[in-house]
């Protein structure tokens, strides 16, 4: 077989088929009464193509919230995917579903509003491109038609016999107004939930052949509708069929007619004048953007000149190209903005109309850590980067870039930092969920300040491309580029803004130690054998303390009394207080009590605060045998490297460290013990 034909044996004819469908107006009055769905308007398709994706309902803090699968990006490997913003999407398709429901939302303009970097520009692209792909499934068909003029009577187009409809109009639109309520009464157009509504003309274009076809046939509107094509119609941003974009450019080049068309003048010595609509270029992005979307690319930056025929597409949804009568069209219209832009329209006098079409959606920042991670972990990968990344790097560089977005608690026993954890799903001794929804009511405007997540992703290209790494980056690599960039960060304008962030920088960098002294601490005490026997031994003592019983020296077999020093020795690292002994000690045996009544046994695991508790003692008697802090020094004895050797498998294995991160986080931790900075 030929390389050609190879590649052909990649297509898929059946589809190819399917969505070259075309057939007469006849046809298509039975598509329609077979699938009622291929009428629905732009709205009514975005929204329908949003749900086909399915949901996810979840509760959080008492509320329950739907996560839209359609943001995740699955189609496309994730690459758009839009994370932590579930409350905003659901916002945002509160208004598409009242604007599909003909609620009014469906005559305003949709105005995504926030910080830079927020992902207004990624939820409008996947929207776009998500009609695009639903315009080629079996439920996402929609139809538009084109001329058939033989013979003498292509002088109608200009001397050419197939002239497409220059809108791509619903061919439902060629009935004439007064005959339409009845017609979808007669023919049985629509049942149930699936309405059929007729609503809007067609172009002046074909306007003009179908009055000249109806006078060639003394007003036979059955010999008309056999000169109309009705073809299967797939959206497409790169061919301008159905996605627009407009993006405002220099003042002086802005021309209205970028948005409604503007008159062919080659055409004008056919047709004879330059009112005639068949010399008119239908080409304009909001003709283009007809059945589908148009985005407006900071948008409150366009010239007053466009603000009318803005206007007019939002309220009337019509336009009006120039020498022509209002023309209808049925299209999304959103747009996106920033917040200084929109401060701008705020204090604008002259802009109050278009305040009052607009329906703004707030687009902040992410203020759960955990989420903010995933929009890093997306693009950096080691098996992407080609480098080791070490453990917690994009954590500490996703607490700073939400430290920096929150408000300082108003609680005085609550930190930000606490707050960040609060909100990312941790619990803190004393705040209920409660608490936390009352944290968000009193900071309204979380997350429309603070770093960009451009300017994080910035600043670990960087920390990759630095010549230190030696083939990996760890968190002190770009927690230092963090730092160095805000000297020059060109959206920070404000000396004390600038500090505050330093701050924050310096609070991560205490957390950071804090995280990876435990994960050493957990390494040297992973020794799964000797904390068995250290949970039996304390399960031993809380049971005979409990029972008022002895308890057998298994060395001399002689009964002694309960070891109070090391039941407290345990308790004291889980800060149990000696006022409170006696209730932990009955509640870990009531746990063990209620797992053998239903037959399961008691695993140390299964109890986290335990399970660090006893992690936390054997560390504090393991450690001084180790002697990590002989790492420091210039001679390490051969049974203490071979200890060390133990412990750095384990975070290799545990942690996901690679053999240079293990070692420097070894390294670090043994500095901090050399200080006598250990926790208790």
């Known amino acids: 077989m030929s390389l050609v034909g190879q590649i052909a044996e990649l297509q898929n004819y059946a589809s190819y088929k399917e969505l070259a469908w075309e057939g007469s107006f006849e046809d298509y009055l039975e598509l329609v009464r077979k699938q009622p769905g291929v009428t629905r308007n732009a709205y009514q398709r975005l929204y329908d193509m949003v749900l086909s994706h399915g949901v996810e309902e979840y509760i959080d803090n008492k509320k329950k919230l739907v996560r839209y699968k359609f943001f995740r990006d699955d189609a496309h490997g994730g690459k758009d995917a839009v994370f932590g913003l579930d409350v905003p999407l ?19 303009i949709i105005l995504l509003h926030g910080p830079v970097g ?6 409008v692209r996947s929207l776009k491109r998500g009609v695009e792909d639903y315009s080629r499934t079996h439920e996402g068909a929609l139809y538009t038609y084109s001329w058939h003029l033989p013979g003498a009577l292509a002088e109608l187009a200009g001397g050419t016999e197939i002239f497409p409809c220059p809108m791509h109009d619903e061919p439902l639109r060629l009935i004439p107004r007064e005959w339409r309520a009845e017609t979808i009464k007669k023919l049985g157009l629509g049942t149930g939930d699936q309405k059929v509504t007729i609503e809007g003309d067609v172009n002046p274009a074909c306007r003009m052949i179908f009055k000249e076809l109806m006078r060639h046939y003394s007003g036979d509107f059955a010999k008309v509708m056999s000169h109309v094509r009705v073809r299967r119609q797939v959206l497409s941003e790169q061919d301008r069929i159905g996605i627009g974009t407009f993006q405002p450019k220099d003042e002086k080049n802005q021309d209205s007619t970028e948005l409604t068309g503007d008159i062919n003048y080659r055409k004008i010595a056919t047709f004879g004048v330059d009112s005639d609509p068949r010399a008119f270029n239908f080409d304009g992005e909001f003709n283009v953007a007809n059945r589908g979307i148009i985005e407006f690319v900071e948008i409150l930056k366009l010239d007053v000149a466009f603000l009318y025929d803005l206007l007019g597409a939002t309220q009337e949804r019509k336009i009006k190209p120039k020498k022509f009568a209002q023309t209808d069209i049925d299209e999304v219209i959103i747009g996106h903005t920033n917040e200084a832009e929109y401060k701008r329209l705020l204090s604008n006098e002259f802009m109050e109309a278009l305040r009052d079409r607009t329906i703004k959606v707030d687009i902040p920042y992410i203020t759960r850590v955990q989420e903010e991670v995933r929009i890093y972990a997306r693009d950096f990968t080691s098996e992407r980067v080609g480098k080791h990344i070490a453990p917690h790097t994009l954590y500490v560089a996703a607490l700073w870039a939400v430290l920096t977005r929150l408000d300082e608690p108003k609680k005085h026993n609550l930190s930000l930092l606490q707050k960040a954890k609060l909100y990312d799903g941790k619990t803190l001794p004393g705040f209920t969920q409660d608490n936390i929804k009352e944290l968000r009511k009193e900071s309204m405007r979380e997350g429309l ?10 600043k670990i290209s960087n920390a990759l491309v630095t010549d230190k790494g030696d083939g990996h980056i760890n968190p002190f690599m770009v927690m230092n580029e ?25 609070v991560v960098k205490q957390e950071y130690e804090d995280i990876v002294k435990n994960e050493v601490q957990r390494a040297i005490s992973a020794d799964e054998e000797m904390i068995q026997k250290l949970c039996a031994n304390y399960i031993d003592n809380i049971k005979a303390y409990t029972q008022k019983e002895k308890v057998k020296n298994p060395y001399t077999g002689q009964d002694e009394e309960p070891d109070e020093r090391l039941m407290r020795s345990i308790e004291d690292k889980i ?3 000696d006022s409170r002994k006696d209730d932990f000690r009955r509640e870990i045996m009531n746990y063990i009590g209620a797992l053998a009544i239903e037959g399961r046994t008691f695993d140390y695991k299964t109890n986290e605060r335990l399970h660090k508790a006893l992690e936390s003692k054997l560390f504090e008697d393991q450690k001084d045998s180790i002697k990590l802090t002989s790492l420091v020094s210039n001679v390490v004895d051969r049974e ?5 050797d133990v412990v750095k498998q384990r975070l290799i294995k545990n942690f996901g460290y690679d053999e240079v991160s293990a070692t420097d986080v070894l390294n670090y931790v043994a500095s901090i013990f050399a200080r006598g900075d250990v926790k208790s």
């Open 482 to 506: 963090l730092e160095s960039g805000l000297k020059h960060h060109s959206l920070i304008s404000a000396d004390d803004i600038r500090k505050r962030y330093g701050e924050m920088l310096q």
């Open 575 to 577: 800060d149990i207080p």
């Open 90 to 108: 659901m916002r945002l398709m509160n208004v598409l579903k009242s604007a599909a429901q003909g609620y009014g939302a469906d005559r305003r």
């Open 640 to 644: 203490t490297q071979a200890k060390i």
């Open 118 to 123: 927020s992902a207004k520009s990624t939820i």
């Open 449 to 458: 300040d603070g770093i960009s997540p451009r300017y994080i992703q910035d």
